[in-house]
């Protein structure tokens, strides 16, 4: 694994490049995500890993040791860095860190539980893009779309009926079961 591959799922992930400079929060926790993969991932010193996003060893060392404050005030963004640590996994073998193992035991044991909330870049394009059409349209559009189209497809997923394949002693058996 290396550098350049950990920049380019950071920056897929957040939909923003680590090399931005600007002092504003969303732009700063992507590169504080990067120096921490890339520190915790690679056997780059934090001068290397600086050089990719053209910033010094102080900040990069800086940026480790804020980020979890800064998740810690920012739970949404929790979620990005749990997205790119484990793509960072899926990628990333024993070859490439001294104590690989480990840190998949520890990622795998603190974030088990909110694996599942992680929102795909590809989701949030199509969120943004939806609400942005619903900007677009006024207060009485909006409820009449809640009204007629939304809540009767939201019902439609509730009352959904879910064929599914169970294998039992080699024979095949197909039940429904209500989500």
Known sequence: MTKEEIQQIVEDVFLLKVKT?????????????????????????FERIGYLTNRTHATVMNGIKKLPNLII???EKEFYYIECERRVLEKCSPEDTKNYFELKFKFESRYKSKE???ISPEKRG????VSNQL??????DVLDFIETRLNPYLNMLKSRVVKET??????????????
């Open 21 to 45: 400079r600007s002092r504003k929060i969303d732009n700063i926790i992507p590169s504080y995500v990067y120096y921490d993969l890339a520190y915790k991932y690679t056997t780059n010193s």
């Open 116 to 118: 599942s909330k992680v």
């Open 135 to 140: 900007k677009n349209l006024s207060d009485e």
């Open 126 to 129: 199509v969120i943004l893009k």
């Open 166 to 179: 169970k294998v039992v002693k080699g024979a095949k058996r197909k039940f429904s079961m209500k989500c």
């Open 73 to 75: 005030s920012y739970p």
